[in-house]
């Protein structure tokens, strides 16, 4: 599949929520029930402003898939379509007859084209119910603190409660149909497509296949893509906050016998190099990733190749960027010339106990490192500069003239590696 996102809804029940559309009269009758005063009423609207910047920094916060689209402008169109609602809602809480549910329709039908909208988006539905769900959360915890100190009984305040939920219930399965409507034949036809020419790049197809598949796909294609690696459970939460020209595959990757992958899925972001790398870096987060190199799109495929291999130096809990491990990747790029390579340059070591070749084998490492500055080696080693002194009086004796060799000098360098991420070095 192109991203867990996309995946065919069940027809007419989304999270236990009939997506059948409602009329609003089971909202209208709520609201004939409860009918609040007008001061009670004039006070809560005197909050609605700020209710309703609470309600979309509370879903920013707490829904993923809307941190990045509530931001900038957009951010205040919704701020603004958020304290409409309210209004209107408690407008429908002052009422006083039963309605015909004409009014709460008109709210109805707004959701109906909110959820289509979303689905346009490339967003799940269950995104937007969690949004509705925080919202009526955060806006029923405001109104009723001001509806009590407004003076409103407790059995008013529970139909208040019950008006709510309906309220939101209703916009819920309003959403829900709108959402599977939208996502027609021809949208799930789409989403084959952009899974089809996400296996094509990753699979290093021809350009004229690349670029066929991408038309297939009504697929715009951008000047480069950077593979992002992520743990299979993690890819809608990390396409939600990337470029929604993002190409993600969940399920069977495509395999590189020596370095396999289980577990995880790929989004391909879009121009995601250069300036761009550090947003890609910040929207990430302390999300566990590994980020692959900017390239020509239809080079993709080396940038996925680049993070498989970089994947056992990833750490759980924060992102690698595989441009700040080249060396790690440069050495173990061929295990078995490495081994026999470390093997060679460091024999002088192999008749010294463990501990002792550990030691010198460390000191040698920060020794060529640091060009023979021996107060710096010791400050890197926290030892004694004599300490240093000693130990490479041991290594001149073990490696005699190796030392003054530049080639037998580079071996050691290669051998020894990187201490702070690759294996132990000394043997």
């Known amino acids: 599949m192109a991203d867990e996102s996309s995946r065919e809804p069940t027809p007419g029940r989304t999270d236990g929520i009939s997506a059948r559309p409602r009329d609003g009269r089971r909202t209208a009758q709520r609201a004939a029930a409860l009918a609040l005063d007008e001061a009670t009423v004039t006070a809560l ?23 990045v689209p509530f931001q900038g402008r957009m951010g205040r169109i919704i701020e603004k379509a958020v304290q409409v609602s309210l209004e209107s809602f408690v407008s429908l809480a002052a009422q006083s007859a039963p309605r015909s549910g004409a009014r709460v329709g008109v709210g109805v ?32 915890r405001e109104l009723s603190v001001e509806a009590i100190a407004a003076g409103v009984d407790a059995a008013t305040l529970g139909r208040f409660a ?48 690349l670029d066929a598949a991408a038309a297939a796909a009504t697929w715009t294609p951008p000047r480069t893509l950077t593979a992002v690696l992520v743990p299979a459970e993690r890819l809608a939460a990390t396409a939600a906050v990337l470029d929604p020209r993002t190409l993600t595959l969940s399920e069977d990757l495509p395999q590189r016998e020596e370095h396999p992958v289980t577990g995880h899925a790929v989004l391909l972001v879009p121009d995601a190099g250069g300036r761009a790398r550090a947003h890609l870096h910040e929207v990430l987060g302390g999300r566990p990733a ?7 799109w239809q080079l993709a495929g080396q940038s996925y190749d680049r993070t498989i291999r970089a994947l056992p130096l990833a750490a759980d809990d924060v992102p690698l ?32 106990a463990e501990g002792t070749a550990d030691r010198l084998a460390e000191t040698l490492r920060a020794w060529l490192l640091l060009q023979g500055r021996r107060e710096l080696v010791a400050e890197t080693l926290h030892v004694h500069p004599q300490t240093v002194r000693y130990r490479m009086n041991q290594v001149r004796d073990l490696f005699g003239e190796r030392l003054a060799d ?21 043997r």
């Open 321 to 352: 960027d595989t441009d700040e491990v080249l060396p790690e990747l440069v050495l173990h790029a061929d295990p078995t010339a490495l081994a026999d390579l470390r093997e060679a340059a460091l024999a002088p070591f192999d008749d010294l």
């Open 45 to 67: 609207r005197r909050q609605l402003p700020r209710v309703a910047k609470l309600v979309v920094a509370e879903v920013m916060r707490e829904v993923p898939a809307y941190d």
């Open 109 to 140: 039908a707004a959701a109906r084209d909110l959820g289509q909208a979303e689905a346009r988006a490339g967003r799940p539905v269950e995104a937007l119910l969690s949004a509705y769900r925080v919202g009526a959360g955060a806006a029923w």
């Open 290 to 296: 590994v980020l692959g190199p900017a390239r020509p």
């Open 162 to 209: 019950e008006l709510v939920f309906t309220y939101i219930d209703e916009l819920s399965a309003a959403s829900v149909a709108g959402h599977n409507s939208q996502t027609t034949s021809v949208e799930r036809a789409r989403i084959v497509h952009l899974d089809r020419l996400t296996r094509a790049l990753l699979t290093d197809a021809g350009d004229a296949e």
């Open 406 to 426: 530049p080639d037998e000098v580079l071996a050691i360098i290669l051998a020894l590696g990187r201490s702070d991420r690759a294996n132990p070095p000394a």
